[in-house]
C-alpha cells in the first residue's frame, strides 16, 4: 500500500525567503502526485500535479514541485514566499488505477511579515 | 461546473441523533469520496464509491454509512457517534482510473454533543 511522509511539521520564514517542503512517498509501482494546500478555515485546493512527463511541474501561485524517481520525492518550492501563503501543505500519493488517495500528515507554514 | 457541494456547513447533534450529511457534483465524476479531517491533522480516508459502487471502506465504524444514489451524489448516514467523532467531513471526487485527481468541497464541520 502506498504512504506518504512529509518531513517538516512546522516551518516559520519571513516574507521573500526560498520555500523548500520535504515529500516522500513509498510505493512500488506508477503513481500520481499532489500538493494540496488549506488556508486558515477553508478547503483543500489543489497546488499542482504530477501524472507523467515534464518531473518539474509547476502550480497555481508561483509554487513548483520536482519529482525524483529515484529518490521517490516530490519536493514543493516557491523561490519567494509571501504573507499570505501561510497555510497548511499536504502532499497525497494516488497508486495507478487506484481510487485511494492518501495524504501526509502536513506542514504548517506560517510567514512572518 | 467544477465544484463539490456539501451540506450542511454545520451539524451538531446528539449521541442518540440520526442525521445525513451530503454531497453533490456535476463533474461527471465516477469517484467519489469522504474523508475524516480532524484539527491539525491530515484528511483521513474513510470510504470511495466508484461507478457508484463502494469500492474502498477504511474499517470505519458501521455507525457510518454511506450511500450513492447516483453518479452525481453522496450521502454519508450518521447514526449514534460519539463525541469523538467530532471532525471536519471532506467529500471529494475525481474521475476514475488513471488521472485520479481529487476536488474537494468545503466540508461539514460535525460535533456531536
Known amino acids: 500500500a502506498q504512504s506518504v511522509s512529509q518531513h517538516n511539521h512546522h516551518v516559520i520564514l519571513s516574507e521573500a525567503a526560498s520555500l523548500e517542503l520535504g515529500c516522500n512517498y513509498s510505493?512500488?509501482?506508477?503513481?500520481?502526485l499532489f500538493w494540496y494546500v488549506q488556508y486558515p478555515g477553508q478547503h483543500l485546493q489543489l497546488l499542482l500535479k504530477?501524472?507523467?512527463?515534464?518531473?518539474l511541474v509547476k502550480g497555481i501561485k508561483g509554487f513548483e514541485a520536482e519529482f525524483i524517481k529515484s529518490k521517490f520525492s516530490f519536493n514543493l518550492r516557491k523561490p519567494s514566499v509571501q504573507w499570505s501563503d501561510t497555510a497548511e501543505y499536504f502532499c497525497?500519493?494516488?497508486?495507478?488505477?487506484?481510487?485511494?488517495?492518501?495524504f501526509g500528515k502536513g506542514t504548517r507554514l506560517h510567514i512572518l511579515p | 461546473d467544477t465544484e463539490v457541494t456539501q451540506t450542511p456547513k454545520h451539524l451538531v447533534m446528539g449521541m442518540t441523533n440520526k442525521k445525513s450529511l451530503k454531497c453533490e457534483q456535476h463533474?461527471?465524476?465516477?469517484?467519489m469520496y469522504w474523508y475524516k479531517q480532524k484539527a491539525k491533522k491530515p484528511p483521513e480516508l474513510m470510504f470511495v464509491?466508484?461507478?457508484?459502487?463502494?469500492?474502498i471502506n477504511e474499517s470505519v465504524p458501521s455507525r457510518f454509512s454511506p450511500e450513492c444514489p447516483n453518479s452525481s451524489l453522496l450521502n454519508l448516514h450518521l447514526h449514534a457517534l460519539q463525541p469523538e467523532d467530532s471532525a471536519l467531513y471532506l467529500c471529494?471526487?475525481?474521475?476514475?482510473?488513471?488521472?485520479?485527481?481529487?476536488?474537494f468541497g468545503q466540508g461539514t464541520r460535525l460535533t456531536v454533543v
Open positions: 471529494a471526487s475525481s474521475h476514475s482510473g488513471d488521472l485520479t485527481e481529487a476536488f
Open positions: 510505493y512500488g509501482g506508477t503513481v500520481n
Open positions: 504530477y501524472f507523467s512527463g515534464d518531473p
Open positions: 497525497a500519493v494516488n497508486a495507478r488505477r487506484d481510487d485511494k488517495i492518501i
Open positions: 463533474m461527471g465524476h465516477r469517484a
Open positions: 464509491y466508484s461507478y457508484e459502487k463502494l469500492s
